[in-house]
């Protein structure tokens, strides 16, 4: 299973990105993760294979919406309200265990995204 992440780029404080992750294979429990420099892997959202639970970290309820297409094979995670604090670069994964949930260990998770960068600028 590959999974591709995009939509990474340079925003200013209070802008909003989507990023996206197109997956080569489906029917996977999803999640964001995000990793600042030196600072450890930390979670942000999941979403449940059919789309209809999601999950999300204290630090981004409220500022992010994930979401997917199944028939695209796509993930989605809409940020807004970006702070300097969310500079990070932000990975995908897949578990093919989880069904639903809320799993924010890494450790459950068998596939990752190379990740894509996220720059807010102040």
């Known amino acids: 299973v590959q999974l591709q992440a995009s939509g990474g780029g340079l925003v200013q404080a209070g802008g909003s990105l989507r990023l996206s992750c197109a997956a080569s294979?489906?029917?996977?429990?999803m999640g964001w993760f995000r990793q600042a420099p030196g600072k450890e892997r930390e979670f942000v959202a999941a979403?449940?294979?059919?789309?209809?639970?999601?999950y999300y970290a204290d630090s981004m309820k409220g500022r992010c919406t994930i979401s997917r297409d199944n028939a695209k094979k796509t993930v989605y995670l809409q940020m807004n309200s970006l702070k300097p604090e969310d500079t990070a670069v932000y990975y995908c994964?897949?578990?093919?265990?989880?069904?639903?949930?809320?799993?924010?260990?890494?450790?459950?998770?068998?596939?990752w995204g190379q990740g894509t960068l996220v720059t807010v600028s102040s």
């Open positions: 994964a897949a578990s093919t265990t989880v069904v639903a949930g809320f799993a924010s260990s890494g450790h459950v998770y068998d596939y």
């Open positions: 294979g489906s029917n996977f429990y």
């Open positions: 979403i449940s294979r059919g789309g209809t639970s999601t």
